[in-house]
């Protein structure tokens, strides 16, 4: 069953905009990561944030945090048209880390 | 490239035909993890393995599938006597034991018709 809920589900923007996706869980973690996947690179690890951490960045990625809400969001600055791909969240459960996606936010960013 | 890689990237079967799939993780990478994926949805957690051990495998996991790391290096993944259903993409994922991010392959992408 799937854990985390994008929101929104798709997402247009032009080159140059911010985009802004959020996603929601259910249950406690300890971290909760962000992937990014297209079909040229497939699915690959964004940025992960800490259940002590509120914020984190990586180049021109903005993620935060609110565990009292259980909420996360990605904030993607100046977007380019490769950034187009799915994003989705995921958070690692049980003593082997498996993670456990949401269906993921497709975004499409237009030259 | 010194990714994950999984083999065959495509594979179309007919549904009662048997398939297996290959999945070579990173080389130090104790953690391997199957996941599958369907149009429009997130993967899901099928099975995990640390070095040869299987440790744990999901209700997705019907006994029709099958999953082995014979000397803790690659990994197959065999469906026998394939449905529709089956159709999906399949990712492999490896890991360090110490680190949560997760490295995937590209996937395969079964067929079955």
């Known amino acids: 069953s799937q854990q985390g809920e994008e929101d929104p589900q798709a997402l247009s923007i032009q080159e140059g905009e911010n985009a802004t996706m959020n996603c929601s869980y259910k249950t406690s973690i300890n971290n909760l990561q962000w992937y990014r996947q297209n079909s040229g690179r497939g699915l690959v690890h964004l940025i992960l944030i800490r259940s002590n951490e509120r914020e984190k960045h990586s180049g021109r990625l903005r993620v935060t945090l609110d565990t009292s809400k259980k909420s996360s969001s990605l904030l993607i600055t100046a977007s380019r048209a490769a950034d187009t791909a799915s994003y989705f969240c995921a958070d690692p459960q049980g003593g082997y880390n498996k993670l456990i996606f949401g269906a993921g936010t497709r975004l499409a960013v237009h030259p | 490239d010194t990714g994950v890689s999984q083999d065959p990237r495509h594979k179309i079967t007919k549904r009662g035909q048997n398939v297996t799939f290959r999945c070579d993780p990173i080389?130090?990478?104790?953690?391997l993890y199957w996941y599958r994926q369907t149009l429009g949805q997130g993967p899901e957690f099928l099975t995990y393995f640390q070095n040869e051990a299987q440790l744990e495998k999901s209700r997705l996991l019907s006994d029709r599938f099958s999953a082995e790391r014979p000397k803790g290096s690659f990994s197959t993944l065999e469906i026998q006597r394939t449905e529709q259903g089956d159709s999906a993409m399949y990712l492999c994922?490896?890991?360090?034991?110490?680190?949560?991010?997760?490295?995937f392959g590209p996937g395969t992408r079964l067929t079955v018709t």
């Open positions: 080389s130090e990478h104790n953690r």
């Open positions: 994922a490896s890991s360090l034991a110490v680190v949560d991010e997760q490295y």
